[in-house]
């Protein structure tokens, strides 16, 4: 897209898109209100030339000169993905766990070349795409019993390779990052519509990795639901399925793939189901006095079959941190959108559920219809706006030594009042302990007809140098009161290496001897990935 | 639900809905009209006491017998499922490939005694929920290597455990019936609404093992979308996955169970996403002049974001045959059913996509409202109706010497015309040349926004004691155009040991050697219905 911007080396996103020193300054000002303490100082970012880098192990081989680079700067850019510990290393240029070096697979042979060189030599390869895992998905550490570690980058397999606009599928290639696909699928009229947090840099691959979450709060939550068929290149050969709308032959195929976060093989292209693009839109917010009733009005519209694309509830200070003015009351975002003409009746609907569930004001329904080549500017700005700044905004304040991070997770409905209580004492709690203050907000991303995605976000004052122990102390408190209380360590940011102990709680034990049991089939020399969702 | 009413040792079903001798005399000069051959001749139906059995290779062992019953009635009874085959070997009375016992689970620790024994002593043990495969699913045929085969009855187990009404969910046990299982939802003013053609007799444990497809023409076209969690005992223990409404942690496990066939281990018991019972239904039907433009509309609805319940396309064969009058054209049946009031404006929707593909006439909609109890009433009537009947048909037209059966597929529309002209001229050329008559009529049962999955009936004629060759011919000749053209062995009637052949092209050859190592894995002595989707 703009193939002249840089990312940044230690934080998130585009270098020239990162806060002002006077933007740090006012949004020191904000939280430090926020929080009731001093406002925190406005350090310094780092630069790459001050980054600390281990000497690689070993060297790129002969034969695979041709895709690979060991320079300094590409292998700073593939050692972290984006969690809150990347970007306090990052931030305070610690690089020692740089990879050996960085694979640009250019096509397939490129990758089981490479993943042939390293079942033989013993090297661990850690499958790379936007490089956004904010799980500790890309991190290349896969201990002593492996001579090396090589990053796989695949944004160079960037193409969209077919479409079939009848069946409204198209074959796309695992290294295309959110932005190259739409441009190639809006020559055609279609869209993915899969806009995740991390749709600038983040891949499809990657998407199909971690099960990614995306625009649809109901019906499509996750780009699983999207497959018609994947391929993988693993170091035993090619898996590819078939394409098909529904099937019954056996257990999925697909959804042995889908999740496998890298540790069974390298996704190389997958045909996914895209849609026409909206031309009609309509959104509407309901606000609402008690979060009890926010709630209540999310379960009705989920339940009653209306499968809304926006469908998001904000709580009262989540409201206010994104910018919402609700006059300190609960807000309902909700949307239908659609390629077929009008669905007013739909938003009708939804609308009387949330009165019937108490809301004490209905801004909307506000309609916009659009040709579709307004639909696809409309769209563009859209997502250059508030969403997209969210993770610049972590950055930020993890750049002023705080504490700053979010988790996510799942739950039935009958499970979600007492998950929810649990989570906002016990973080709280942990905060007020460990750093002395912090505030906590919720958000629910997702609807189900049988219960929420509820969406934490956590802020509190911390030091830097002393950033990591705080973090890793609320992140316990609350992944400990997710899995106690009928929750998933992830509903859509994935296991990688955070989750762990956590996923391996949660998940039936045979079915990791199971997913074991797989790996040694795929990858009998256990290269790929290693440490994510299981240990050999 | 009517416990006094006997299943028929041979044929699908009660005993006392059989066709009487008039009924089949009536069938037999209807299909002799539409084949343009003599009538068949009606025989007498088979008796129990002629059926010829063979010693069982091994008894009951000590601890088991409260549970186990060797009797000849019980093991005739289990011998087969309900495909073409095994109606006509129940017809001619070989039973010779009997279990030698049967299991009659009242417990999962009944399960666990079972499958401990049979793993220590080579036993083959055959899950057997309804004993309606028409797949070969429940054969009793493991192969010399085994010292016996034991079906495992799961019928006993057949309670609603739990019902959460705030998530729409239900704890269910795998061997309840359709009608069990909705008559203890319906108390709560609930329902799964999963009705298979064969909803009277299939467990849920059957449909979660064979990915049944059910009542939903669209959105929860097969079980698994209603998979909440599921427990599974297999050899090496329970494998039991979290309640959840959507995760994103590593690959699904229920998608490991979903489709396993029993050759994993055995379901025992799974939450369910349930409805409330639909108080508002729409129903209207598409009359077109072109089967071309049938599927063009049935490929708009499908892609219009409507979700109807009901979007069945019958040739105007397969009309006929329904008894659904077109005066020789193709029909679109549409549906909607809610629980939260009326959806006139998708009906109206769905119909002006019919009138765009060029619909001839449209007849409706018809809109009933109900209050639940009215719901339930209507809901048995209807499905004691034409529907449930089909079956009973097949094997009237097997007991007077007829090749006759059903198979289905799924693909993407792009594939679809070609899969239909291949399939069409196969089929009828074989049928041709082998019995010498014949006709093929196809409905849509299913449809997606990237394809259809579209379900032929084939009928022609045969002679007593030489059906099974003919029909292996006709079934090669369909499953070969099937694999050839796109699309999948089976949609929704599984993979069992009936589709081997083309299962074991259709799917990657790597996923097939990760599930034989999830079953070393899970069961080590290989005792799981073997036969089906995989060998040792």
Chains 1, 2 share one sequence.
């Not at 994947?230 to 032959?249: D, H, N, Q, W």
Request: proline share 6%; with cysteine.
């Amino acid at each position: 897209m703009e193939p002249t911007r840089k990312r940044s080396f230690w934080a998130w996103g585009w270098e020239d898109a990162l806060l002002s020193d006077d933007e740090r300054a006012q949004l020191a000002q904000m939280v430090g209100g926020l929080l009731h303490v001093e406002p925190p100082a406005v350090t310094p970012l780092p630069t790459i030339e001050r980054a600390r880098i281990n000497a690689p192990r070993i060297s790129v081989p002969t034969g695979l000169e041709d895709f690979c680079d060991a320079s300094d700067r590409a292998r700073i850019e593939h050692t972290y993905g984006r969690a809150f510990p990347d970007l306090v290393r990052g931030f305070s240029g610690d690089f020692s766990r740089a990879p050996d070096f960085v694979a640009h697979a250019r096509h397939e042979a490129d990758v089981a070349t490479l993943l042939g060189w390293a079942a033989e030599n013993r090297v661990a390869v850690v499958p790379y795409g936007g490089g956004t895992s904010v799980v500790g998905g890309v991190e290349c550490a896969p201990g002593e019993r492996y001579v090396g570690v090589v990053s796989l980058d695949l944004r160079a397999m960037d193409q969209v390779l077919e479409v079939d606009e009848r069946s409204l599928a198209a074959r796309i290639q695992a290294g295309a990052t959110g932005p190259l696909l739409e441009a190639q699928l809006a020559e055609k009229g279609l869209t993915l519509r899969h806009f995740p947090q991390s749709f600038e840099f983040s891949t499809l691959g990657g998407w199909l990795a971690t099960r990614a979450g995306g625009h649809f709060a109901t019906l499509y939550t996750h780009i699983d639901d999207k497959v018609e068929s994947v391929r993988m290149i693993t170091p035993k050969g090619a898996f590819e399925s078939r394409r098909l709308p529904g099937s019954g032959a056996g257990p999925s195929p697909d959804r042995l793939v889908i999740g496998s976060e890298g540790a069974l093989g390298v996704i190389t292209e997958a045909w996914l189901r895209v849609h026409r693009r909206p031309t009609w839109r309509s959104s509407a917010s309901a606000l609402f006095d008690t979060w009890q009733q926010a709630v209540d009005a999310a379960r009705r519209v989920s339940q009653a079959g209306l499968f809304p694309s926006n469908c998001r509830l904000l709580d009262a200070r989540e409201a206010m941190l994104n910018g919402v003015p609700t006059g300190g009351r609960n807000v309902l975002l909700l949307g239908f959108e659609s390629a077929d003409g009008p669905r007013d009746a739909w938003m009708a609907r939804a609308i009387s559920c949330c009165r019937e569930a108490g809301a004490s004001e209905i801004e909307g329904p506000a309609v916009r219809t659009m040709d579709e080549r307004a639909s696809r500017d409309r769209d563009s700005a859209a997502w250059r706006g508030s969403f997209l700044r969210g993770p610049y905004l972590q950055s930020a304040l993890v750049s002023m030594g705080m504490v700053a991070d979010t988790f996510e997770t799942a739950c039935t409905w009958d499970a979600f009042d007492s998950l929810h209580t649990a989570v906002t004492r016990a973080v709280t709690d942990v905060m007020k302990r460990v750093c002395g203050a912090g505030v906590l907000s919720c958000r629910l991303t997702h609807v189900y007809p049988d219960g929420p995605a509820p969406y934490f976000t956590f802020i509190a004052p911390g030091t830097h140098g002393a950033l990591l122990e705080p973090w890793a102390e609320i992140k316990r408190a609350a992944s400990e009161a997710v899995i106690a209380n009928g929750g998933t360590i992830t509903h859509h940011h994935a296991v990688g290496r955070t989750h762990r102990p956590w996923y391996d709680r949660q998940r039936p034990e045979l079915f990791a001897r199971s997913l074991a049991a797989v790996k040694r089939e795929l990858d009998p020399a256990w290269v790929m990935n290693p440490g994510v969702l299981l240990d050999e």
